[in-house]
Each structure stands twice: as structure tokens, then as C-alpha cells.
């Protein structure tokens, strides 16, 4: 019975990622018909690399990074399907009722504001002419070069504030199994790492990837971190994805807010910066959405006055 679960399961995702690649294909042409110049972060990108099992990993929604900036995503957003669902990196897009679009002025962000503006300047260099063009999928993914540390900034990101599970770990697995680093790389890497302070996760990452998922060392991206990786992967065992299966904080009292700062808390002598800047991010961010939010109203007022 067991096994009749899974084979009903593993034909369910199977038919949802037939799904999600149309849509996949179908929004990207609409952005290039649009003159956007766009590319799939994760999710169906990531997919790709996973070969003959491609149709088996689970998708989910469709992140999309479009070059430009804030300014010229918000006013295609706000031409073609209108919206005031906005974050600091991303904005809701309506343009299927069954799966959710996000498209990205930014691909990521951290929390510590310092921090965010080396990590702006990085992603930033990655110009259009980066991203790789899949024929066969009819949609573009960023470089390699880009996902050896852009998948593991959005994996530390969870990690901190929501929790992550062993899906997108074995995405960064395939991910670094897909591009070998060479050893000239890896110093450059380590320096990027360092300035962004995720050198000590990535650390524990590696370690990870090594002893538990078998990744020959000639794929990691930096040196290895035992206890650090011991901590790191008894938290995401205790976690799970998005935080789900953590039991430490299910407290009625404790809120989706409480939650993250009790969260934080408990990982504040590992990871100090993220954590002690939070408090900050969370104030910053509410007047930064608040005044994008009233700009694009007053837009849409005008707009509809004629």
C-alpha cells in the first residue's frame, strides 16, 4: 500500500510539472514579447538539472527575476495586471488563478540593510547577457556562476526566519553537481561568501552536502564546517520546510512574528548580523511598503480619473 502511495504521488507531481513548464513557457514568451528581459530563479529552473528525474521533483510557485530594477517591473506590473501585493524584492503577479508569479526586481535580499547593498552590487554585475536560453523549455535560467550563490543566500535566508527542508538542500546539491567549481574559483567565491558573512553557513552547508548526501569534494564551493554542519542540519531536520514540523514554538500565543523572533533568537550566537539587524528590516520594510503602496495607489487613482 505504501508503494502504491508513492506511485500515485510521484505521478501527481509528475502531472503538475507538466502543468507549471507550460506556464513557465507561456509567461516568459509573454515578458519577451514584452521586450522584458527575464530568467526563472529556482523551482523549474533548478528542475532542469535534475535530468530524467526532472518530472519528479515537487514544483512550486514561479519566480521570475526581470531585469530593470524596481521601478520598470512596478510599471509593467501595474500595466498589465495591477496590484499593490508588493515586498522589498518581488511582486505578486496575477496571471494564472492556479499557479502564483512572482517576478522579482530583485532576486534576494538580506535583512542586514550593509549587507544587502554588497549583496545588490553582486547580483547586479550579472548582466541579461548571463542568463542561458533553454530551447527545449523556452525560458531562460540565470549562470551557474550566479546559482552557486544565489541558491544558497535563498536557502540561509529560510534558514534564519522560516526554516528549510531537505528539498532545497538536494536543489543546491544538484546545482553544485551540475558545475564543477575549479579551484581558482573557489577563493573568489569564499571572499563573496565572507562579505555577505555567510562564509560560516556555507561551511556548515558543504559539510552537509559531503557527509550526508554523498557530494564528492571536488564540487564544493569552500572548505567544510563539522559542528557548525551538525547544528545546521539538526536544525532543518527539527524544521522542515518553511518551518512546518518544528515543535518548539507551536505556543497559541505565539504568532507568525513571535515565532521568527523567538526563532532568531535561538540562533543568534551563530549568526548575529541577520538576527540583531531584524528588528530594523522589520521597520524599514513596513515604511518601505507602505510608501510603495500608497505611490502605486495615487498612480492607479490618477490613471482612472482619465
Known amino acids: 500500500m505504501l508503494l502504491l502511495e508513492w506511485i500515485g504521488l510521484s505521478e501527481q507531481i509528475r502531472q503538475q510539472n507538466l502543468v507549471v513548464d507550460k506556464q513557465t513557457r507561456e509567461i516568459c514568451g509573454q515578458l519577451k514579447k514584452d521586450g522584458l528581459d527575464a530568467a526563472i530563479l529556482k523551482g523549474q529552473g533548478i528542475a532542469t538539472l535534475y535530468g530524467e528525474l526532472a518530472p519528479y521533483r515537487q514544483s512550486g510557485d514561479i519566480d521570475i527575476w526581470v531585469k530593470g530594477g524596481y521601478q520598470k517591473v512596478c510599471n509593467y506590473v501595474q500595466s498589465t495586471h495591477p496590484t499593490d501585493d508588493v515586498a522589498y524584492h518581488r511582486f505578486h503577479y496575477d496571471y494564472f488563478d492556479e499557479t502564483e508569479i512572482e517576478l522579482h526586481h530583485r532576486p534576494t535580499l538580506m535583512r542586514n540593510l550593509l ?166 528590516w522589520l521597520v524599514y520594510h513596513k515604511v518601505w511598503k507602505w510608501r510603495k503602496k500608497r505611490d502605486i495607489r495615487k498612480t492607479s487613482a490618477y490613471i482612472a480619473a482619465g
Open 115 to 280: 549587507d544587502d547593498r554588497k549583496l545588490a552590487k553582486w547580483y547586479n554585475s550579472f548582466g541579461a547577457d548571463s542568463f542561458v536560453y533553454l530551447e527545449d523549455k523556452g525560458f531562460a535560467v540565470p549562470s551557474s556562476e550566479f546559482n552557486k550563490i544565489f541558491i544558497l543566500t535563498h536557502i540561509y535566508r529560510h534558514f534564519l526566519f522560516e526554516g528549510i527542508g531537505l528539498r532545497q538542500v538536494m536543489d543546491y546539491y544538484i546545482v553544485l553537481k551540475n558545475c564543477h567549481t575549479k579551484s581558482t574559483e573557489i577563493s573568489e567565491i569564499g571572499k563573496t561568501l565572507k562579505s555577505f558573512r555567510m562564509l560560516r553557513f556555507a561551511e556548515a552547508m558543504m559539510w552537509i552536502l559531503h557527509t550526508q548526501l554523498g557530494l564528492e569534494e571536488k564540487y564544493l564551493i569552500c572548505g567544510m564546517n563539522e559542528k557548525e554542519g551538525r547544528f545546521v542540519l539538526s536544525e532543518i531536520e527539527q524544521t522542515g520546510n518553511f518551518g512546518y514540523t518544528d515543535s518548539r514554538y507551536t505556543y497559541k500565543y505565539l504568532f507568525k512574528l513571535r515565532r521568527q523572533i523567538a526563532h532568531g533568537a535561538h540562533l543568534l550566537l551563530h549568526y548575529p548580523s541577520e538576527v540583531i539587524w531584524t528588528p530594523i
